[in-house]
């Protein structure tokens, strides 16, 4: 599998100044795709970082895009409208979205994207696009297949703890030596109990990518808002016994100096306790 981190920022996003650079860090709000196989490709959340995204994969000709979404918040799906592929004849679009508990009747998604799309908000409403569009939803828990000719990945769900309901998603797929496992849980105030369905999924992945926005003394006042530490990924980690974390969905109001010590901090707890443990990075490839 070959993950790509296309966004990391979390609620907005941060263009680079001089006086706030976030140019190591990233500035675009959450995307992520996954590859593996001869020409499988999944892409996760449509923040501002899935345009750089469907700019490239049209540049490899790509004509199908299945596209799955952790939920609804304006930050993992405002770059949607700017998803060059949806403008092309030709391209086939599937989007998936979550069966969030509490939920009036209706794909989320689907609702949300032709919202933000609608006037007065953005000129090009949903019949401007092209590609051949189609929705459903995920239930909690449901196991997904997908199939690149001789190859398939496996992805699974969980609910995370955010306002309003998020999906965390663990993908099973060839990678380096063998099967590899990656879990995706972004915008999750993380659970340090061990019978929870998202330790449960995350118990043994290679890699846990988790929302680690807030410093200590932000979360003390934010407590609920749905985002995590540094500190409670690492624990989060060590609980699931993930082998690699990755801390992602980077408050704004971080520059990349301030990241910077977060990180070393992250990484020093981490190898006393025997797991690398880093930030991730706009525009990292990891081949798993």
């Known amino acids: 599998m070959k993950l790509t ?8 996003p941060t263009p680079s100044v001089p006086q706030a650079p976030t140019h190591e860090y990233g500035g675009d709000t959450t995307c992520i795709s996954i590859e593996w196989g001869r020409d499988g490709l999944l892409v996760v959340d449509a923040g501002t970082g899935i345009r750089r995204g469907g700019l490239h994969w049209l540049r490899e000709g790509r004509k199908n895009f299945t596209l799955l979404f952790t939920h609804a918040h304006w930050d993992h799906l405002q770059g949607f409208p ?13 989007i998936l979205s979550p ?3 509490g939920r009036p009747p209706g794909n989320i998604i689907e609702k949300a994207l032709y919202a933000q799309q609608e006037e007065p908000y953005f000129p090009a409403g949903f019949p401007e696009l092209k590609a051949r569009i189609s929705f459903r939803e995920v239930q909690p828990g449901e196991e997904m297949r997908f199939a690149s000719h001789q190859d398939e990945i496996r992805v699974h769900s969980a609910l995370t703890r955010h ?3 998020c999906f ?20 999750n105030e993380p659970p340090i109990d061990p019978a929870s369905p998202l330790l449960k999924m995350t118990r043994g992945a290679d890699l846990l990518i988790s929302d680690g926005q807030y410093t200590e003394a932000e979360h003390e006042k934010r407590r609920g808002w749905g ?28 520059a990349d100096p301030q990241l910077q010590r977060m990180e070393e901090t992250l990484t020093a707890a981490g190898k ?13 490839v990891l081949d798993l």
């Open 5 to 12: 981190f296309w966004g990391t920022r979390g609620s907005l």
């Open 82 to 94: 700017f998803f060059a592929p949806a403008y092309v004849e030709g391209v086939s679009l599937e």
């Open 99 to 101: 069966r969030l508990p």
């Open 163 to 165: 306002p309003g309901g």
């Open 168 to 187: 965390a998603y663990r993908f099973d797929g060839p990678g380096q030596g063998g099967e590899r496992s990656l879990v995706f849980a972004t915008d």
């Open 227 to 254: 985002h995590g530490t540094p500190a409670l990924c690492l624990q989060e980690a060590l609980t699931a016994g993930a082998k690699r974390l990755l801390v992602t969905h980077f408050d704004p109001g971080h």
């Open 272 to 284: 006393a306790k025997g797991i690398p443990a880093t930030f991730a990075r706009q525009n990292l």
